[in-house]
């Protein structure tokens, strides 16, 4: 009987703990919030649709929740300066159209590692 009620109450802990990690999608006004998940529950990326289209702050983050990546869309394309992070260094993207107009590589004392 300890056997059974053991099993029984590991799988409720499995049960409760496990994370949703399907997209849920949010109806504000004419936009669709997008919030989409990694395997462990933590936030992969959220953004906007406007007409079916990624469009306004997207933000990306990894699977420990630190942020990788935020920029801009515009119906659909990327614009603006978009920002990626690897480790101590930050990366800033200019984007136009969806085409990389300039690069600009930071450390983390804001010093240009290098610009492409």
Do not use: C
Request: proline share 1%.
């Amino acid at each position: 009987m300890k056997t059974i009620t053991f099993f029984l109450a590991l799988f409720l802990t499995v049960a409760i703990t496990a994370q949703e990690t399907k997209p849920t999608f949010t109806k504000d006004g004419n936009k669709v919030i997008a919030t989409y998940f990694h395997d462990n529950g933590e936030i992969a990326q959220t953004g906007e649709f406007l007409k079916g289209k990624l469009h306004g702050e997207w933000t990306m983050f990894d699977q420990v929740g630190e942020k990788v990546a935020s920029g801009e869309y515009l119906n659909g394309k990327k614009t603006g300066t978009w920002f990626f992070w690897k480790g101590e260094e930050l990366q800033q993207v200019d984007f136009e159209d969806s085409r990389i107009v300039g690069v600009t590589t930071l450390d983390s004392k804001g010093a240009v590692v290098s610009n492409k």
